[in-house]
């Protein structure tokens, strides 16, 4: 709703039968909700390569020990029981992050990893 508003402040144009949806493809803006999702993944990756300092091991990150499927920096999805720590950054951003592919997790640079991973839908 908060986009929405600014879309239409944005393009002047406050006339009730004239689409928002129209206005936002006109301004090629990224939905809130993948602009969190980029975030979330890009403070991983500067997590899991040291650029910050948090630590990058147990017990929110604990590596996957199966990968067959994906690639080789996926962590195990830890089980929450409560919801506010289920939608909380760890948990929710160990799920975007194993479902990228191979080549932008092991992106040599952040400037590298943004690149290959601005055409990416994440949700």
């Known amino acids: 709703m908060v986009q929405r508003r600014a879309a ?3 393009e002047s144009d406050y006339h009730p039968r004239h689409s928002v949806t129209q206005m936002l493809e006109n301004l090629q803006w990224q939905s809130l909700n993948e ?3 980029h975030n979330k993944v890009t403070m991983l990756y500067r ?3 040291g650029l910050v300092a948090i630590p990058s091991g147990p017990p929110y990150f604990i590596p996957a020990t199966n990968t067959t499927r994906g690639h080789h920096l996926q962590f195990r999805q ?3 029981r409560i919801q506010s720590y289920q939608f909380s950054f760890f948990p929710s951003v160990i799920c ?5 592919p191979a080549s932008v997790v092991s992106s ?3 400037e590298t990893f943004r690149s290959r991973l601005s ?3 994440l949700r």
């Open 8 to 10: 239409r402040f944005v």
């Open 35 to 37: 602009r969190r999702a």
């Open 47 to 49: 997590i899991v390569h």
């Open 78 to 80: 830890q089980h929450c």
């Open 96 to 100: 975007l992050w194993n479902t990228l």
């Open 108 to 110: 040599p640079s952040l």
């Open 119 to 121: 055409p990416l839908s």
